[in-house]
């Protein structure tokens, strides 16, 4: 019964920055682990960022320092700001959740997704 829906994606040139959004209903964020991963066409889906129900957060070595993970409980929202981005960060971001309080960095934990949101960095 979760839904999420993505926003903020958009193109943009190398080095530019961009704030993604994922708005959630039928649960509460606060009470979720929340993810975002990117696939690229031809590419496996890849893990970029996730936070945990304490608010811990974990990032791919691919875009630590640029990327930073945040949850909005007030408006129910996760936030992916990226700045510097590249263009190897072209892709289609997808925000995702496990409903639990354990927390893990691998696709096939999370049970909801969303439609996604394009990136492309020329």
């Known amino acids: 019964d979760v839904q999420l829906v993505e926003s903020g994606g958009g193109s943009v040139q190398a080095g530019g920055s961009l704030r993604l959004s994922c708005a959630a209903s039928g649960y509460t964020v606060s009470r979720l682990c929340m993810g975002w991963f990117r696939q690229a066409p031809g590419k496996e889906r890849e893990f970029v960022a996730r936070?945990?129900?304490?608010?811990?957060?974990d990032t791919a070595d691919s875009v630590k320092g640029r990327f930073t993970i945040s949850r909005g409980n007030a408006d129910n929202t996760l936030y992916l700001q990226m700045n510097s981005l590249k263009p190897d960060d072209s892709a289609m971001y997808y925000c995702?959740?496990?409903?639990?309080?354990?927390?893990?960095?691998?696709?096939?934990?999370?049970?909801?997704w969303g439609q996604g949101t394009q990136v492309t960095v020329s």
């Open positions: 995702a959740v496990r409903l639990s309080s354990v927390c893990y960095n691998r696709a096939e934990t999370f049970e909801y």
């Open positions: 936070i945990s129900v304490v608010g811990t957060t």
